[in-house]
């Protein structure tokens, strides 16, 4: 009796261990895919605003807008209320979007290929990929930190272009807005807001 | 010469704080860490900042558009010829990082472009199979001999730079730079200053013209521009000194944990 229920429980767990990963998505798949969908709207027929109301969907859905914001707010996130977070959460979510969507519409049928991934801890991968060549410009090597906690659906957290981090950047660039307003955090979010209303 | 030579290291270890010989390579991340460079004259560094941008809107990016209409192998054999001269400074700072391999990959590469080449027009050691050319300079290996970074600077005209990379920049004019030694420094009958310093418009004009849409791009989307171009200034400083290829082993995750942490 002892023996078929600890062989069931061998079962079970194995049941689970498999469906875990038929349903988990490869962070290099899941790169590709994006630049996939992305690429295909950049090409297509669309009209300016198509383009950017199409990436913005596409980011909605496979950037961590949320953690991003977070990441980039750093240590003056401490000590701010539950209310003031949300309000940045909400403030950065749009400038994120706008600034995201029309840094990308620019471009037309940009060629991305994923080279290879490295595993960094359960969180996160690190997949490396090259924007190619084209007449005006060399290629440029492009690596996506993608956040692997939840294994169904992978987010991406940072573009890492030519070894620069566009989410230090932004950190680095929101700590200077705040530092030179004397740690006001209200001045980055309403930077944030009039950005987003251009 | 020599004496000058040690004036300049002397007075960047003075100038760079944190700074001592024989760090690991953890002490080297996280001395060069863009986070912890201070910005000690940052109201002169945004006016300066706003200078060059001014001489960037008049003069470099007009030129560089220019330079854009050229033919691509026109633009690929100039980027190519200034290259290979780099190797004059690349090849004595190798050896000074104690790279002599790389040294002598180097001074292969500028062997062969220089004559097969024709004067680095081509990069025949490319070609042959030779390894991914690494630029470095004296900022560089002050940095990797564990000097610190000292203060943010810009430039006027030059641009972003550190205490530590200015005094680098500094041992170039005083006989560092074999290509300035023989044509500005000892005109001989085969150069003369006036090559130096269209060599060195010409790498910056080429540079420009290859970032004509990032720089656009990152200007647009900006709200601080001044302190995006420092942080990716600091970023890409970092990464060389660390003669990192890889981007994993110049990250630190530990500012990503904190968000997991909260």
Sequence with gaps: MLKKLFFLNILFISILLNLNTLNSIEPDIFVQSTVNRASSTLSGNNTKEERIAKLKKIAIDTVDIKGIGFYSLGKHRKGLSQDKINEYSEAFKSYFLNSFSSRLAEYSNPVIEVDSKEVLNENYTIVSSTLVATEKRPAIKIDWRIYTKNTDKPLIRDLIIEGLSLARTQKEEFNSIIQNAEGDVETLIKSLREFSNQ | ?262
């Design chain 2, 1 to 262: 010469m020599i004496r000058k030579f040690g004036i300049i290291l002397i007075t960047t270890l003075a100038l760079s704080v944190n700074s001592y010989a024989g760090s690991d390579g953890e002490l080297l991340l996280k001395k060069n860490d863009p986070a912890n460079v201070k910005d000690c004259f940052e109201g002169l560094n945004r006016a300066t900042f706003a200078f060059n941008q001014g001489l960037d809107g008049i003069l470099f990016e007009p030129i560089a558009k220019a330079y854009r209409v050229l033919p691509s192998p026109v633009r690929k054999g100039f980027s190519n010829s200034l290259n290979n001269l780099s190797n004059l400074i690349t090849i004595p700072n190798n050896i000074i990082q104690g790279d002599l391999k790389e040294a002598g990959v180097n001074t292969g590469r500028f062997v062969i472009n220089t004559t097969v080449g024709v004067l680095g027009l081509f990069d025949v050691a490319d070609k042959m199979g030779f390894t991914e050319y690494e630029k470095e300079d004296y900022g560089q290996s002050l940095g990797t001999a564990g000097v610190g970074p000292g203060c943010y600077l810009i430039l006027p005209v030059l641009g972003p730079s550190t205490v530590r990379d200015t005094a680098g920049s500094i041992v170039n004019l005083l006989g560092g730079d074999p290509w300035y030694n023989v044509s500005v420094k000892n005109n001989t009958q085969y150069f003369n200053e006036k090559d130096y310093y269209i060599s060195r418009g010409t790498a910056g004009v080429d540079f420009r013209a290859k970032n004509l849409e990032s720089f656009d791009n990152l200007e647009e989307n900006a709200m601080d521009f001044y302190a995006s171009v420092k942080s990716l200034y600091l970023q890409d400083r970092k990464l060389k000194i660390l003669n990192s290829k890889g981007v994993v082993d110049a990250m630190d995750d530990s500012d990503w944990d904190e968000i997991e942490n909260n």
